[in-house]
């Protein structure tokens, strides 16, 4: 199944040009989204995590990530 990122539409999972049927994965895939590594970070700084409809706070997966990224503001 081919996936790209909703927001900047870069390819997150393809299917391998010589081998049909066989599909790659970027590091960039964040599972179970339809959103890139890179477009996750920056929702996350720019989104209160209670108004959030990825994760769901206080359970987010991310908060490790939001709070990585928001010190380096």
Wanted: one cysteine or more; charged letters at 30%; proline letters at 4%.
């Amino acid at each position: 199944m081919k996936k790209n990122c909703k927001f900047c539409g870069c390819k997150m999972v393809w299917e391998n040009p010589h081998i049909p049927g066989h599909f790659h994965a970027s590091s960039r895939d964040v599972e179970d989204w339809h959103i890139c590594h890179e477009c996750m970070v920056e929702h996350c700084c720019q989104t209160t995590c209670l108004g959030c409809e990825y994760g769901k706070y206080p359970d987010c997966r991310f908060l490790e990530m939001k709070r990585h990224n928001m010190k380096k503001d």
